[in-house]
């Protein structure tokens, strides 16, 4: 990982960088010494890749401040970068491509989210529950067919998210392969520059293609239906699918597979989930706040004119990176931060989906999904156990989407 | 207490028909805020108020 070369301690005069390194033996846990610098200067003073020195935010109100403001800008034009690697369109410093509207601020930002937002509403994904049940129950089928142990990523946690955005948005999921490389590559901070735009290249040629197919028949799908609408040019329906494509599969399937090992090192908390069907809605919001995958190099934010911050001067031009595990660690809004506890309450305050008008889209499929996987996976394999010792379970710490890489699991009877 | 909404500001994030569906919901066209219950009480009153902390976008408030 291309990494800046502040030191990481000390408050004061001297730029941190971005602390990255988890203690030994604490999967879950975010880097101890966010939480020393939560306590010592919530908004601290950090060095970004490029030698910008800008601030890093480890607590939860001035977290939500920064993205609620206007005043700070999301365009990569005006922003610096934590890391190296920049996985979108053109590169650092450069303006948002068209359809990139992760990147823009309101009102170009506004234009596309209206077009997006009445897709994914609570009701509509809501309306999924019983294809998704379906998705996931065929997923364990397999899994029982095959024998007594597997993968838990590549056998449940990846194609669960993978067949619904596939279906949502109208990807052919024959190609899930394709995309799911490519987009764990552009996501991993250790690709060198060329692999990342070799990713995107890739990508963007595969979804310009199915926009060209899409065009002549558009089916009743999310593509088909933003092509029907007839406002937007190949370019932007491109990029557009490209975030919703990766964004659908890559976040949901390291929080089911993450947060599946979560549980099972938690038994006590395992055994209220499997007890309480009531339970289930809470502990997806518990287990979002408790994992923050993601934990590097966003979200970032750049003052459009000097702001006062938690007391400090942010000056125009600064940019301001959120680190969302230690917000939703911060235990002056989530008392005993470090325990998960599934029946929490005001769980929900997390900001695992960010804050403001770029709060995740679709904050609500990614609910729903993961309330139903976790469910039908401890339903149907109530002896689920890891099938490594948990110290071997590799860890994707590179990626801008924490999770783990396998996560061998069996549900034989033990001998 | 009474509800007031901005659309302009919506999001449509979803958090308030998520945590008070019976006050709120989404227009299906473009998933803003729609307001079911002007004047909720009791247990709505308090999911309402929750909405109104969870809103990313500042869109809804509240009055006496």
Redesign the interface.
């Known amino acids: 990982m291309a990494r800046n070369p502040a030191r990481t301690t000390g408050a004061g005069s001297e730029p941190v960088a971005l602390p990255t390194g988890r203690a030994p033996g604490c999967p879950f846990d975010p880097p101890p010494e966010l939480d020393r610098l939560r306590t010592a200067e919530p908004l601290t003073r950090m060095a970004y890749f490029d030698g910008h020195v800008g601030w890093l935010v480890t607590n939860h109100a001035t977290a939500r401040a920064v993205l609620a403001d206007p005043r700070f800008s999301n365009r990569p034009d005006v922003k610096h970068t934590v890391f190296a690697t920049v996985p979108r369109p053109g590169g650092a410093r450069q303006p948002a491509a068209p359809g990139w509207f992760i990147n823009m601020d309101p009102p170009d930002h506004t234009r596309y989210r209206r077009m997006l937002t009445g897709r994914f509403t609570v009701h509509r994904m809501r309306r999924l529950e019983p294809r998704i049940a379906a998705i996931t129950a065929d997923r364990l089928d397999a899994m029982e067919r095959a024998g007594t142990s597997t993968d838990l990523v590549s056998a449940f946690a990846l194609p669960i998210p993978s067949l619904v955005i596939c279906e949502l948005l109208g990807v052919p999921y024959s190609d899930h392969t394709l995309f799911e490389e490519q987009s764990s590559v552009m996501v991993d901070l250790e690709s060198t520059e060329q692999q990342t735009m070799a990713a995107l290249g890739t990508l963007t040629d595969y979804l310009a293609g199915l926009v060209r197919r899409t065009r002549t028949a558009p089916g009743d799908d999310l593509l088909g239906g933003l092509v029907a609408e007839g406002e937007l040019s190949d370019e932007e329906l491109t990029n557009i699918a490209l975030i919703l494509l990766v964004a659908g599969h890559e976040t949901t399937a390291n929080m089911l597979a993450l947060g599946t090992f979560a549980l099972l090192r938690h038994p006590r908390q395992l055994a209220a989930f499997r007890a309480d069907d009531a339970l289930a809605a809470n502990a997806v919001e518990e287990l979002l706040r408790y994992l923050s995958i993601l934990h590097l190099g966003a979200p970032t934010r750049a003052a459009l004119e000097d702001v006062e911050l938690d007391g400090r001067l942010v000056r125009k031009g600064e940019t301001v990176m959120v680190s969302l595990p230690a917000v939703n660690r911060d235990p002056d809004m989530f008392p005993d931060s470090a325990d998960l506890r599934l029946d929490r309450t005001g769980a929900r305050r997390h900001l695992a989906f960010g804050h403001g008008v770029h709060q995740c889209l679709g904050q609500q499929l990614a609910r729903v999904e993961m309330r139903i996987a976790y469910r039908a996976l401890f339903e149907r394999f109530p002896g689920l156990r890891l099938a490594v010792p948990a110290a071997e379970v590799p860890l994707r710490e590179t990626s801008a989407v924490y999770g783990v890489r396998r996560l061998p699991v069996t549900w034989a009877a033990p001998s | 207490m009474r509800i007031g909404t901005d659309r302009e500001a919506c ?5 308030c ?3 008070a ?1 019976a006050v709120f ?8 805020v729609v307001v079911l219950e002007r004047e909720p009480d009791g247990e709505d009153a308090e999911a309402a108020r ?1 909405a109104v ?2 809103c ?3 869109a809804i408030t509240l009055s006496d």
Request: hydrophobic share 30%.
């Open positions: 999001a449509g994030a979803g958090m028909a998520l945590t569906p919901t989404q227009d299906d066209d473009d998933g803003r929750a902390r969870l990313p976008s500042r």
